[in-house]
């Protein structure tokens, strides 16, 4: 087991995950995140597959983050992160993404909680996953700093037509059995107007998981107005069950002008 409470890997955007303007996108971030996170646990020892391994595995609950540039293609950037705090089931983890020059480019956090695949609830977070992150309080991350009074994410975005509905497939569904992180964001953003996303940039996002869907579920993406902030644009945003009506994501997002 190696100590490391901190972890850096660099990256440069692939083709495949740009915008039409050559910048990563949105989705793309969230997935460096997310693989900067895993790889992580990977030099701890307790990559993924050992956890599933002993019946594991971490759900992420909260997140968000604000970018103030997006990479662009072929540029090179790093992401930092690291464990700022840790309570029987739950982690949180931050993020700092700094450009080739060293500037910071962006930020996020992450609420994560220890899972018990079999009985698919909450676990205490072993002991030798703690000691090789030895959590750092002193660098918390910034949690909800986008969110304006009142802006609870999405709890009252109109529940959409089920006319609207995308069907989950295998390739939405990741080691823990249900629906990737990552997916919510794409399926949410997809429902912001064209006329925001030509015109406006993604600069932040917070938003909460309230239940997990599994493959062969129906859900539906929908977004609505919340009240702009200067020049940038704001939205709720939220993936819903199609069946059900009940909200599977949501989310609360700042649009700053490209």
Do not use: Q
């Amino acid at each position: 087991m190696e100590y490391a409470p901190r972890h850096a890997r660099a990256y440069k955007p692939r083709y495949c995950e740009l915008d039409e303007r050559g910048e990563a996108t949105p989705a793309a971030m969230m997935a460096l995140f997310e693989e900067t996170a895993v790889s992580h646990c990977d030099v701890t020892g307790w990559d993924v597959f050992r956890l599933r391994r002993e019946g594991f595995g971490w759900i992420l609950l909260e997140g968000g983050f604000e970018m103030a540039l997006y990479p662009r293609y072929g540029e090179r950037f790093t992401i930092e992160t690291w464990l700022s705090g840790a309570r029987l089931f739950y982690g949180l983890r931050g993020f700092e993404v700094k450009g080739d020059d060293g500037s910071t480019m962006g930020r996020a956090w992450s609420l994560w909680t220890f899972y018990d695949l079999a009985r698919r609830r909450p676990a205490p977070v072993l002991d030798d996953i703690l000691a090789a992150w030895k959590p750092d309080p002193a660098v918390s991350p910034s949690r909800r700093s986008t969110r304006t009074a009142g802006d609870e994410p999405a709890s009252c975005v109109p529940i959409p037509s089920p006319e609207a509905a995308i069907e989950v497939r295998p390739l939405d569904i990741d080691t823990n059995g249900h629906v990737n992180n990552v997916r919510y964001l794409e399926w949410a953003v997809g429902a912001v107007p064209a006329t925001v996303r030509d015109g406006y940039r993604l600069s932040s996002v917070e938003g909460r998981y309230i239940h997990e869907v599994k493959e062969g579920r129906r859900v539906v993406p929908a977004s609505f107005p919340l009240p702009d902030d200067g020049d940038a644009r704001a939205f709720g945003l939220g993936v819903y069950d199609a069946e059900s009506g009940t909200a599977a994501a949501v989310a609360s997002s700042r649009w700053a002008p490209r």
